[in-house]
């Protein structure tokens, strides 16, 4: 969370589960500006238990574009990739 700008004129921090379409569309409305940051940032558990990632990257994703395409406003997301994009894992998979 960014508490520098807590409390600024314009400036309002939401924080919702991603996966709760409803609550999410809720929280964008009206809004101008949507940054998606949202992902999962345990790797070696995402690799354990892959519903993590389809459910904390892949749906959650889905879900704010959505959510985002179903609203007058906000007209513009930032979405950033995780790390995950970079990490080769193949080794982990290797017999």
Not at 14 to 40: I, K, P
Not at 57 to 86: D, G, I, K, W
């Amino acid at each position: 969370m960014d508490e520098d700008n807590l409390g600024r004129a314009g400036y309002r921090f939401v924080q919702v589960d991603l996966l709760d379409f409803s609550t999410l569309r809720a929280a964008m409305s009206g809004h101008d500006v949507v940054f998606h940051l949202g992902a999962n940032t345990d790797m070696p558990r995402g690799n354990g238990d892959t519903r993590i990632d389809l459910d904390n990257c892949v749906m959650a994703t889905y879900n704010v574009f959505v959510a985002v395409c179903s609203l007058e406003h906000p007209r513009t997301t930032l979405f950033a990739s995780s790390f995950a994009v970079f990490v080769s894992h193949r080794e982990e998979h290797r017999s």
